[in-house]
Nanobody, 123 residues
Framework: HVQLVESGGGLVQAGGSLRLSCAAF????????MGWFRQAPGKEREFVAH????????IYTESVKDRFIVSANNILNTVYLQMNNLKPEDTALYYC????????????????WGQGTQVTVSS
């Protein structure tokens, strides 16, 4: 069992940057593939980014490619989401999640979830 704790959200102007962190407790992130999802009010939870357990393979949703970067620090047992050139449409509650198997872009594939961190981008 792993516990995930997100941090780093906040209010930022359009064009700005934030770095989200997802600290894992109780197990090593080496044992999981990790994903970032987001959910805006009134919308379904959507996939944002994924990093494999090896750390060598990343997947991004089209709307964040070339702006967001997912990475992992195995020593700190933490996964990051660097978000650059933020847009108002990036406003959402951001979650990290851990999975063993299944489709990286599907929320149902993930067994463990953090509580979320709010990102608000003003225009």
């Amino acid at each position: 069992h792993v516990q995930l704790v997100e941090s780093g959200g906040g209010l930022v102007q359009a064009g700005g940057s934030l770095r989200l962190s997802c600290a894992a407790f109780g197990d090593s992130i080496n044992n999981f593939a990790m994903g970032w999802f987001r959910q805006a009010p009134g919308k379904e939870r959507e996939f944002v980014a994924h990093i494999s357990s090896s750390g060598f393979s990343m997947i991004y949703t089209e709307s964040v490619k070339d702006r967001f970067i997912v990475s992992a620090n195995n020593i700190l047992n933490t996964v990051y989401l660097q978000m650059n050139n933020l847009k108002p449409e990036d406003t959402a509650l951001y979650y990290c999640a851990a999975r063993f198997t299944g489709t990286p872009t599907t929320p149902d594939s993930y067994s463990y979830w953090g509580q979320g961190t709010q990102v608000t981008v003003s225009s």
